[in-house]
């Protein structure tokens, strides 16, 4: 257990619908960082907010956004949901210049 | 573009044998390496981070880092079948800069 916790598990929308993911991170930690791995492939960086302020970006179009809260908490919107948009959903927690550890994910359906 | 290779197998050992996980990065001036198993289904669980060049043992697991050559790999000793997984090789700049995966590589330990 790493102490992240996400959810909900799973989840299925149709397209062109909106989905909201959380994520707590571990305790003591104030980095979040998110990434979506599509079956098969590795895990792709979405973005990473550190002390309620985005900290980075990965190739991801401006319809997925996130959050952080005081408690380090996160969120992760994606609006006008795609067919490729159906992966699992990684949140991974850490403290600035330490390693990343990862939640169980969600995994997201979109029909 | 940073880039992490990895082959993606299967690699079938028998039940006691090493199995030996290879990577390769194209980002020279990446400074921390990381090996992650994920079970199907689950999401990835680390296994060792690696900063320097030479060998890191732990347990049954030794990863060795190669920076001039740009080369990362894993050796599992006494190979069990509940190592069966994808092992994940993942790089980043420092200590929490984003992580750049590889696709994985699936090893398969045949009892």
């Known amino acids: 257990e790493t102490g992240v916790t996400q959810s909900p598990t799973h989840l299925i929308k149709t397209r062109g619908q909106q989905v909201t993911l959380r994520c707590s991170s571990q305790?003591?930690?104030?980095?979040v960082s998110w990434y979506q791995q599509a079956l098969g492939q590795g895990p792709q960086f979405i973005f990473q907010y550190y002390r309620e302020e985005e900290n980075g970006r990965g190739n991801f179009p401006p319809r997925f956004s996130g959050l952080q809260f005081p408690n380090y908490s996160s969120e992760l919107n994606v609006n006008a949901l795609e067919l490729d948009d159906s992966a699992l959903y990684l949140c991974?927690?850490?403290?600035?210049?330490?390693?990343?550890?990862f939640g169980a994910g969600t995994r997201l359906s979109v029909l | 573009q940073k880039e992490v290779e990895q082959n993606s197998g299967p690699l079938s050992v028998p039940e006691g044998a090493i199995a030996s996980l290879n990577c390769t990065y194209s980002?020279?001036?990446?400074?921390?390496f990381f090996w992650y198993r994920q079970y199907s289904g689950k999401s990835p669980e680390l296994i060792m981070s690696?900063?320097?060049?030479g060998d890191k043992e732990d347990g049954r697991f030794t990863a060795q880092l190669n920076k001039a050559s740009q080369y990362v790999s894993l050796l599992i000793r006494d190979s069990q079948p509940s190592d069966s997984a994808t092992y994940l090789c993942a790089v980043s700049y420092s200590g929490n800069t984003p992580l750049v995966f590889g696709k994985g590589t699936r090893l398969s330990v045949i009892a």
């Open positions: 305790s003591g930690h104030n980095t």
């Open positions: 991974a927690s850490s403290s600035l210049g330490n390693i990343q550890y």
């Open positions: 980002d020279r001036v990446s400074q921390s």
């Open positions: 690696i900063y320097s060049n």
